[in-house]
């Protein structure tokens, strides 16, 4: 995300959608990271998890997420959830336009 090295071309996303439960760094401690860096603290970020602890919601929005969704565990219900999402990150919101290298 950060473009450097052999990403130095890659495109800065428009939006993350991020689980909590991922290898190497839980969620928690990749929005910690995102967040405090300048470059990338603005990218929203939307937390969709399994989990439906008060304790994560908490922790997530502490640390800036954009929005907490437990994820649904059947297939129609999750792809309405994501057609919502883009409806409203991609049609409604209006995001910052991507800086120029």
């Keep these: 995300m950060r473009c ?3 990403n130095q071309n890659a495109q ?4 993350i959608i991020l689980d909590l439960n991922m290898p190497r760094m839980n969620g928690h401690e990749f929005l910690e990271v ?3 860096d300048d ?3 603005s990218i929203p970020t939307i937390v969709m998890t399994m989990s ?8 997530s929005y502490r ?12 297939l129609d ?4 959830v994501i057609r919502s999402i883009e409806d409203h990150w991609f049609n409604a919101v209006r995001l910052p336009q991507q800086r120029e290298a």
């Design 77 to 80: 219900a999750f792809a309405q």
């Design 34 to 36: 995102m967040k405090a």
């Design 12 to 15: 800065r996303p428009d939006l």
């Design 4 to 6: 450097q090295g052999a």
């Design 63 to 74: 640390l800036q997420a954009s929005a907490y969704i437990t994820k649904p565990m059947e």
């Design 39 to 41: 470059d990338l603290k």
């Design 52 to 59: 439906r602890s008060e304790v994560d919601v908490r922790e």
